[in-house]
Nanobody
Framework: QVQLVESGGGLVQAGGSLRLSCAAS????????MGWFRQAPKKEREFVAT????????SYADSVKGRFTISRDSAKNTVFLQMNSLKPEDTAVYFC???????????????WGQGTQVTVSS
């Protein structure tokens, strides 16, 4: 079993940056693909980014390409989401997830954190 805890969310002005972290415990973490998803009020949970277990491949939603970067430090059991040039439409609760395969559909992931709030003003 894997336990995931997100951190790093907060309030930032449009154009600013935040780095989200996802700390994992559990012996399967280093072999899992990881994903970031987000959910805004009244909206469905949507894909943001994924990274393979070996960090060989990454994938991003079109809405965040060129602005967000996903990375992982397997030795520290941590996944990151660097968010630059933030826009008000990025406001959402951000969740990290772990699964055997790194896909864009939330139902393909086995473990989820409880989320961290990101609010972008203006």
């Amino acid at each position: 079993q894997v336990q995931l805890v997100e951190s790093g969310g907060g309030l930032v002005q449009a154009g600013g940056s935040l780095r989200l972290s996802c700390a994992a415990s559990g012996r399967t973490f280093s072999r899992d693909a990881m994903g970031w998803f987000r959910q805004a009020p009244k909206k469905e949970r949507e894909f943001v980014a994924t990274i393979s277990w070996g960090s060989r491949t990454t994938s991003y939603a079109d809405s965040v390409k060129g602005r967000f970067t996903i990375s992982r430090d397997s030795a520290k059991n941590t996944v990151f989401l660097q968010m630059n040039s933030l826009k008000p439409e990025d406001t959402a609760v951000y969740f990290c997830a772990a699964g055997i395969q790194g896909r864009t559909t939330p139902t393909t992931y086995d473990y989820w954190g409880q989320g961290t709030q990101v609010t972008v003003s203006s």
